[in-house]
């Protein structure tokens, strides 16, 4: 069974500041892929970043960086230079590709970040 | 990346009634996933569905309550039967597709459920 643990159920941050996610997870399959997603008020669920769990190199998409530690098992968001819009529910997931192709996913229960101006 | 139609994407429903989901994908996947958020809660996978099989359904689910149909591989519904307020909630689907040089998961925009 897999298992996603996000501590930080709310965050203030000032804009402009980086801000760091903390997401664990547990799962004994060694091919797994971690995600994260942004849950704005409106309900969408947008895809942030992916690392796989053999990728030797921390994932990364403009603003957004992956602080992947495998030996912790943990997968940080880190968003850089944070704006007003990035005000969201964040959720860590992840899927095992043990079974040959990809299982759904499993979340972790958020956190809602809320950046100040 | 995919692109997801989910209708209706709310609804007002009496207890004991039924209300299906729709959701179709703008191209071909193999395995289309169904997830409920309760109120202030995370995602929850209810089932996965394979064309031209049975769904797979997660542990608490059941398809008696949560029918799964999947004729065809752009298309699949949800079915909630035999409603309660308990069942009020966000459903979404979702695919696996490639956004970029990854593959990510796709959602459709949600079906927000108030069953009164």
């Known amino acids: 069974a897999q298992k996603i643990t996000q501590t930080q159920p709310g965050m203030f941050v000032q804009e402009k500041e980086a801000v760091t996610l903390d997401c664990t997870y547990d799962?004994?399959?060694?091919?797994?892929?971690l995600f994260w997603y942004k849950q704005p008020s409106s309900g969408e669920m947008i895809f942030l970043i992916y690392?796989?769990?053999?990728?030797?190199q921390n994932a990364t998409e403009g603003r957004y960086s992956l602080n992947f530690q495998k030996a912790r098992k943990s997968a940080n968001l880190v968003i850089s230079a944070s704006q007003l819009g990035d005000s969201a529910m964040y959720f860590c997931?992840?899927?095992?590709?043990?079974?040959?192709?990809?299982?759904?996913?499993?979340f972790g229960k958020g956190t809602h970040l809320i950046i100040q101006p | 990346s995919a692109v997801i139609s989910q209708k209706p994407s709310r609804d007002i429903c009496q207890r004991g009634t039924s209300l299906t989901i729709q959701c179709q994908v703008d191209?071909?996947?193999?395995?289309m996933f169904w997830y409920r958020q309760q109120p202030g809660q995370s995602l929850t996978l209810i089932a996965t569905?394979?064309?031209?099989?049975?769904?797979?359904?997660e542990s608490g689910f059941v398809i008696d309550k949560f029918p799964i149909s999947r004729p065809n591989l752009t298309f699949s519904t949800l079915t909630v039967s035999n409603m309660s307020p308990e069942d009020s909630s966000i459903y979404l689907c979702?695919?696996?597709?490639?956004?970029?040089?990854?593959?990510?998961?796709?959602f459709g925009s949600g079906t927000r459920l108030t069953v009164v």
């Open positions: 569905a394979n064309q031209g099989s049975e769904a797979t359904y």
């Open positions: 979702s695919v696996e597709s490639l956004s970029g040089q990854v593959y990510g998961y796709t």
């Open positions: 799962t004994s399959d060694p091919s797994y892929g």
């Open positions: 690392q796989g769990s053999y990728d030797q």
């Open positions: 191209s071909q996947v193999t395995m």
């Open positions: 997931a992840m899927t095992s590709y043990s079974g040959g192709g990809a299982d759904g996913l499993t």
